[in-house]
């Protein structure tokens, strides 16, 4: 068995290999696969490598925690680990990293599935949004999906390009253009174009990336990246909190990269689902009492393509035990219940912010009674809108909000 030198603590390495196999990896890349006493990978890597491979083949297993746990027993020793591509893109070595140190471990990349399509298609890579869908809900397109975007989405398997096709169709992009790419750098590689619409392929290989050129119909479901999206597209049932009062209710949270919120009677959902709009990264806890609307809440999460937003059933303060601490606390509808608002604070990170709006007399002096004792921030927000006043117009005034913004110490 070879030994890693002690110059040289890296015992890791992960290798990028494409569908072209050996003939695609340099000299270095060649030598370390045919020299490591254990090589992991799944079984299409073992394949493509198989005439390089001479030590022992170690598939990956379910769950896939037992494979890392595998490799790290084998720690000072060489491995090597076989994966797709560019392995720190959505791939093992970004698994990897989390438990082996940088300088444990040496990296031979190869060019990703999405440097290969970008370079078929003439696309500037920079230019065009990259996302992975494989075994992931495909409405994470959707905040994609803009006039004259392009973009290139990985799928799970054969059925993926269809999926996203009816997707996209339905959502009024069905002018848009399609393009499979399958099997990528291998003897197997295929390019077939469409409209979405038009989707009728066959035989799709079950690796695949799907290639969209956006073109939107009429009544298209636009998603605006700047806060305060129409009531309309929202589904509720009357308990939302409405477009103008969510702007100045996001830009009073503040949200920051990587950050959780608690929105604690989330009603529709939409200052939670608009918060996680802002950056793939944000997350949010919605707290809602009423199953019928927790319900929806899932429902206008996935339509806004942030399907991955928690609902938890339940009456704060109680339904708040055992949540993971947040950065941001928005209370709305929920905000008036005893011990709900003490509960939030003492939940609260430091440096966390919380927004309260109050529209009932109740709550409005629980908020003015919470800003003299605790400081903060008090405003009122009122909102007119015109509407029709006899044969002409006038201003049909909204009901006015308190907002109370305080930041923890």
Not at 204 to 220: F, M, Q, R, V, Y
Not at 336 to 352: F, Q, T
Not at 362 to 378: S, T, V
Request: hydrophobic share 45%; net charge neutral.
């Amino acid at each position: 068995m070879a030994d890693v030198s002690p110059a040289d603590k890296r015992w890791l390495t992960i290798i990028g290999i494409g569908e072209d196999g050996p003939d695609g990896l340099g000299e270095e890349a060649r030598r370390l696969i045919a020299t490591a006493p254990a090589v992991f990978g799944g079984e299409r890597h073992h394949a493509l490598a198989a005439s390089l491979i001479s030590g022992e083949k170690l598939s990956w297993q379910s769950p896939f925690e037992r494979s890392i746990d595998a490799i790290l027993e084998r720690r000072g020793t060489p491995v090597v680990v076989l994966a797709s591509g560019d392995p720190f893109l959505y791939g093992v070595g970004a698994t990897l990293s989390r438990r082996v140190a940088a300088h444990e471990m040496r990296t031979i990349p190869a060019p990703s599935t999405f440097s290969l399509a970008a370079s078929r298609l003439g696309w500037p890579l920079q230019e065009v949004a990259t996302l992975s869908l494989h075994g992931k809900p495909i409405d994470l397109i959707r905040p994609h999906l803009h006039p004259g975007r392009r973009v290139l989405a990985l799928t799970s398997d054969e059925k993926g390009p269809g999926e996203l096709a009816a997707l996209v169709t339905a959502s009024g992009f069905g002018q848009s253009r399609l393009t499979v790419l399958e099997a990528l750098g291998g003897r197997r590689e295929r390019q077939r174009s469409t409209a979405a619409a038009d989707f009728a392929f066959r035989n799709i290989d079950p690796l695949n990336i799907c290639a969209l050129d956006i073109a939107a119909g009429e009544g298209a479901r636009i998603l605006p990246f700047a806060a305060g999206i129409e009531d309309a597209l929202f589904e509720h049932d009357g308990q939302i909190t409405k477009r103008e009062i969510r702007a100045m209710t996001l830009s009073a949270l503040s949200p920051r990269h990587g950050e959780l919120l608690w929105d604690i009677g989330a009603g529709s959902g939409s200052i939670g689902i608009e918060w996680m709009l802002a950056d793939p990264s944000l997350k949010t806890i919605a707290i809602e009492q009423s199953v019928e609307r927790a319900a929806r809440i899932a429902r206008n999460a996935s339509a806004f393509g942030v399907p991955h937003l928690a609902v938890v059933e339940g009456v704060a303060p109680g339904a708040l035990r055992g949540l993971p601490a947040p950065d941001a606390i928005f209370l709305g509808g929920g905000g008036s219940e005893p011990g709900v608002i003490e509960a939030a604070l003492a939940a609260l990170k430091p440096g966390g912010r919380l927004v309260a709006n109050a529209v009932t007399l109740e709550m409005e002096a629980m908020l003015i009674c919470e800003h003299a004792k605790r400081g903060g921030f008090l405003t009122r927000i009122e909102i007119s809108r015109a509407g029709a006043l006899g044969d002409m117009s006038g201003w049909r005034p909204a009901m006015p909000v308190t907002q109370w913004r305080w930041t923890k110490g």
